[in-house]
């Protein structure tokens, strides 16, 4: 996952149980995948899975463009504080794709094995994202306070409507 700030131990942790969790969901899902019958539930959770793809690449893009990542560095490597583009919405929408890859596996499958594997999932990426802004204030101090402020987490909806009316 891409962030700006997490190296810590916790957050490596966090990394290696979502790999786990995540092979789990995604097996459960490939093998479920027909199972559920709610059409429209089915088409939601699409949706989701598209939303959640934009949110999960396009920040690869602006962390290179807007994050001074060092040349020749992974995109992770950012020098700058990004508020821009994804990130004035939300601040963490690797993390919120994630949860939303989880939630559209869910209602995809509609299978109860999906659900119990997803749940843990979506909440570790929560956790990781309560981790990245514990770290992103030690790397960038008050202007990341300040940018807490503005933007929220990962509710999107707020931050569409905050974002529509600065």
């Not at 490596?12 to 979502?18: D, E, K, N, T």
């Amino acid at each position: 996952m891409g962030n700006q700030c997490s190296t810590s131990t916790v957050h490596q942790i966090f990394h290696v149980v979502l790999v786990i969790f995540g092979l789990a969901l995604i097996g459960a899902f490939i093998f479920y995948f027909n199972y559920g019958e709610n059409l429209a539930l089915k088409i939601f959770g699409m949706v989701l899975w598209i939303l959640s793809a934009f949110l999960g690449w396009f920040p690869i893009y602006t962390f290179r463009k807007k994050g001074g990542v060092p040349k020749g560095e992974g995109f992770v490597k950012t020098t700058k504080l990004v508020t821009t583009g994804v990130y004035s919405i939300v601040r963490h929408p690797q993390y919120l794709a994630g949860m939303l890859l989880g939630f559209s596996f869910i209602l995809i499958s509609q299978h109860w094995l999906v659900l119990v594997l997803g749940i843990p999932f979506i909440t570790i990426f929560y956790i990781a994202a309560l981790d990245e802004d514990k770290s992103c204030i030690k790397k960038f101090g008050d202007s990341y306070k300040e940018y807490m402020k503005n933007v929220p987490r990962v509710n999107l909806i707020i931050g569409i409507i905050r974002y529509l009316f600065k």
